[in-house]
Each structure stands twice: as structure tokens, then as C-alpha cells.
């Protein structure tokens, strides 16, 4: 599984009306630096 792939796994685990940060979400990845690669992700995803 690719970084990309593990973010939105994780997004996709998040129960409705959770509030995640970028940070939070990079932490959780095991990337606690690539909070601004996540917000990109975000941004570009077509969901």
C-alpha cells in the first residue's frame, strides 16, 4: 500500500462529524512531517 493509499484508508475510517487534522492524519500515517502532501491529496481527491 502506497502513502496515498494509507491516507485515504484511514479518511475512509473516520466516523462522520469527526473532526481530523492534515497533522493528525500525517501522524497517524507514520509521517508525522507530510501534514502539506496530505492537504494536497485532499485537495486533488475527486470524493
Partial sequence: MNFKEKVY???S??????VVTYGQLARLTGKPKAARAIG?????NPD
Fill in 40 to 44: 494536497v491529496f485532499m485537495k486533488n
Fill in 9 to 11: 484508508k484511514i479518511c
Fill in 13 to 18: 475510517s473516520i466516523p462522520k462529524g469527526k
